[in-house]
């Protein structure tokens, strides 16, 4: 009995369901991607390459796993009467459960905003898709159907999957000596192009040729006009590792598709560096800053970006320990001659050497930001739009590079007061005022919220630039960035006011004297409102509001609160200031109110339209409505 028979006795041949998202996705890239029909063997050729890679790295634990074949490699193949092509590697291979969770399912974060992105434009779908990262599935823009047979190293049991990439797939025991996956793509009518050995080599030499595996292929010749396979091999590609040649040998081609093998993605990068340390330590890194964001860029749990290898050898994918957290979108390779080959994460933890390539790698990083973001602005304007909230995490995970990651911030302002992020802190330091010392800031919650703030009207007023910051990560970047360049950070909206030299002492006697004739309406709006409130006091910054609501100097802000509670957090518990602009006609009207009860309406639905301006909710709405109408009427 052979081993598929006994299996199948087991495991019967099976017919199951695509997940949803997967049918939508097949159906999806058949139309979108049809025109750009030779990326299937590109992402076909990188899978096979990544299973190699796999095997790598799992037998250097168990050397077992080669089974007596260490020679790894891809191999090429078509039959032009079958009209099939074969795409077959000898890498890790998969079990049964490993083809059932890879192919049928897509178990990714962000597959819904993925969905939920698609405009049902084919050409903008088709980048989306790319973004999504499809692998294994781009086979069926050539194929009415797919056959895959593959057995796992130091397994026994083989499996074969089919589909026509409709709403299912079958998937039973099979033969197979050898270990790694083969793929036949049976072609649809029409793609006879990709039966042709010329093609196909041209193909791979322009869209593999960095792969480090030898693609292989049958060597042809031409007999009565016609092309005859041979039995001798021919190696395709150059077969070594693109990041280890010199750059000068490297065209701006082989980059951009060595980028699009590490990342699956289907547009160019924007930028990238390449660089060989040597000295103490001895590395090569090849890193690239993508165009678009992954789809998963906010799962901070998800292990991505750069690839390890020692000397040649891969080790492991999505190396974290070599790239912080807010570099996460970072893609490509670093080869190290200082780690041993059986590294293991453990080892990643306490290694001074990958702390020493850790440090250079993202100071690599951060010079191609800083050059990209000074020569080519406009590609820096792209690449903030997509990974600038990203990069904001930086200062509170990165102290040694806090400096010189705040340079590469950008923000809204009072000076565009438009929402987009474009202002530096050195382009609002070189605009403020003569007498000014501190960088103005304001956060909310959205970005309307900042612009028409309350608390921006003096500013307004004597024309001093205010960042408006919106993002939900302003608040933790806030909390560990006080200062540019010497200049310090200071919210508009939290503790007492004070503008310093910006404001005349004709000015400041003025509000004192306000201060003053206000003080008994102040202690009665302070006793109507009693432990709502911290402090009631006058305000210097309101031309043209009634009150608004601060926090004290020490408190948290009320935006972070609420993302804070928003985020189902314990915030700690503390009361806002009302200050209130004495000049104001509801203001006054309120000074003058004899009847207590009216008074106190009045005073409560002051304090309530300032909460409700910056952005805070009401715990009380009838009651707020209720006493409008009354005032009202």
């Known amino acids: 009995m052979s081993t598929a028979t006994a299996q199948q006795e087991i495991h019967p041949k099976e017919s199951m369901a695509f997940q949803a998202e997967v049918k939508q996705l097949l159906q999806l890239m058949i139309h979108s991607l049809y025109s750009n029909k030779e990326i299937v063997l590109r992402e076909l050729i990188s899978n096979a390459s990544d299973a190699a890679d796999k095997l790598r790295f799992e037998a250097l634990a168990n050397g077992a796993l080669y089974e007596n074949d260490s020679e790894l490699k891809i191999r090429i193949a078509f039959d032009k009467e079958a009209r099939t092509l074969t795409i077959a590697d000898n890498g890790i291979g998969m079990s049964r459960d490993e083809v059932i969770a890879n192919i049928g399912t897509i178990a990714k974060s ?17 980048n989306l898709i790319g973004q999504f990262g499809v692998g294994f599935y781009s086979a069926f823009i050539l194929a009415d159907k797919v056959t895959l047979t593959t057995r796992r190293a130091g397994a026994t049991e083989a499996v074969r999957w089919e589909s026509a990439g409709e709403g299912d797939f079958t998937i039973e025991a099979a033969d197979k000596t050898s270990r790694g996956t083969e793929i036949t793509l049976h072609l649809r009518e029409g793609e006879d192009e990709f039966l042709s050995d010329w093609k196909l080599k041209t193909i791979i030499r322009k869209y593999s040729d960095h792969i480090t595996l030898p693609i292989v292929m049958k060597k ?3 007999k009565d006009g016609a092309e005859v396979a041979t039995d ?10 693109l990041w280890a040649r010199s750059k000068n040998d490297i065209t701006e081609e082989e980059y951009q598709e060595f980028y699009k093998h590490v990342s699956h993605d289907f547009e160019n990068p924007l930028a990238y560096t390449h660089s060989r340390v040597e000295g103490k330590q001895e590395y090569i890194s090849l890193l690239y800053v993508p165009s678009k964001a992954p789809f998963d860029l906010y799962d901070r749990d998800r292990r991505h ?3 390890l290898y020692v000397k040649r050898v891969f080790i492991m994918e999505d190396a974290e320990k070599l790239m912080p957290q807010y570099l996460r979108f970072v893609r490509g390779v670093i080869d190290t001659s200082d780690l041993p080959l059986n590294v293991s994460r453990e080892i990643l933890q306490s290694s001074r050497d990958v702390d020493a390539i850790k440090a250079g790698s993202v100071k690599k990083v951060l010079g191609l930001l800083e050059d990209m973001a000074e020569n080519k602005p406009e590609d820096y304007a792209k690449f903030y739009n997509e990974f600038g909230r990203v990069l904001k995490e930086g200062p509170g995970e990165d102290f040694a590079n806090k400096e010189k990651i705040a340079g590469l911030l950008r923000f809204a302002s009072t000076k565009a007061d438009t929402d987009v992020q474009d202002v530096s802190f050195k382009d609002y330091i070189s605009r403020m005022q003569a007498e000014q010392d501190v960088i103005y800031y304001i956060t909310a919650d959205s970005f309307a919220a900042a612009q028409h703030s309350p608390h921006l009207e003096i500013f307004r007023k004597k024309g001093i630039e205010v960042l408006l910051m919106s993002d939900r990560v302003d608040e933790w970047l806030l909390g560990s960035l006080t200062e540019f360049e010497g200049k310090k950070l200071q919210s508009i909206a939290k503790g007492d006011l004070d503008l310093g030299k910006l404001e005349s002492e004709t000015e400041k006697e003025i509000q004192k004297k306000i201060e003053e004739e206000s003080k008994t309406l102040v202690e009665k709006i302070k006793q109507t409102l009693g432990s709502q409130v911290k402090d009631v006091r006058v305000t210097h910054r309101l031309t043209d509001s009634p009150a608004c609501l601060v926090s ?5 802000s009320g935006n972070l609160a609420r993302i804070l509670k928003a985020a189902g957090q314990n915030a700690p518990e503390s009361k806002p200031i009302l200050e209130i602009n004495p000049s104001h006609k509801l203001v006054k009207r309120l000074e003058a109110e004899s009847a207590e009860a009216v008074f106190a309406d009045l005073t409560h639905v002051l304090f309530d339209q300032a909460l409700l301006a910056e952005g805070g909710t009401l715990e009380d709405p009838a009651s707020f409505v209720k006493r409008m109408n009354s ?3």
């Open 110 to 126: 962000g597959t819904k905003e993925f969905f939920n992105a698609l405009t049902g434009d084919q050409a903008k779908d088709a």
């Open 220 to 222: 042809s010749e031409w």
């Open 232 to 241: 001798e091999d021919e190696t395709v590609n150059k077969a070594s590792a």
């Open 305 to 307: 970006g750069i690839k």
């Open 552 to 556: 004290d100097a020490q408190d948290l």
């Open 631 to 633: 005032l009202i009427s």
